[in-house]
């Protein structure tokens, strides 16, 4: 998780093993891929989402990470795989995937599962930006 955050040009300082047991572990879905030997190669997390637009459950994939030694062997598709069971058996008909603009190696691995790309912009109201939104006085 740590190398994926490196990746994409976030803090990997601020993952720790209690802020995963605390905000991770239990909430999410969570699927591994390892070596033989037990050393982890990637993995993927996923949440439960809802689109009113065709009204069905679907699993938010938030991180998919496979170790760049490790990459092209179809551990990305197991992981995707994995998600997608435990979201069908939960109820879910879609997988929701999301990628960083310049990454067009994912955009072009959706493309080979059959995802269609759809042209959205996203945002994130994060640090104090997001205490003050959530400290507003219900009207």
């Not at 949440?47 to 938030?62: D, F, L, S």
């Not at 939960?90 to 999301?98: D, K, V």
């Amino acid at each position: 998780m740590r190398a994926l955050n490196r990746t994409e040009g976030n803090p990997a300082d601020l993952l720790t093993v209690e802020a995963l047991r605390r905000d991770l572990i239990g909430s999410a879905m969570v699927v591994v891929a390892e070596r033989h030997d037990g050393t982890l190669v990637g993995y993927a997390t996923g949440h439960a989402t809802y689109e009113t637009g065709h009204a069905e459950k679907g699993v938010y994939v938030g991180d998919l990470y496979v170790a760049p030694d490790h990459r092209r062997r179809g551990i990305a598709r197991a992981l995707l795989a994995a998600l997608a069971r435990a979201g069908h058996a939960a109820g879910a008909r879609h997988l929701w995937l999301t990628a960083q603009e310049t990454n067009t190696a994912a955009h072009a691995f959706y493309r080979r599962l059959g995802s269609k790309g759809e042209r959205v912009m996203a945002f994130a109201v994060v640090s104090q930006d997001f205490l003050n939104l959530a400290a507003e006085t219900p009207r």
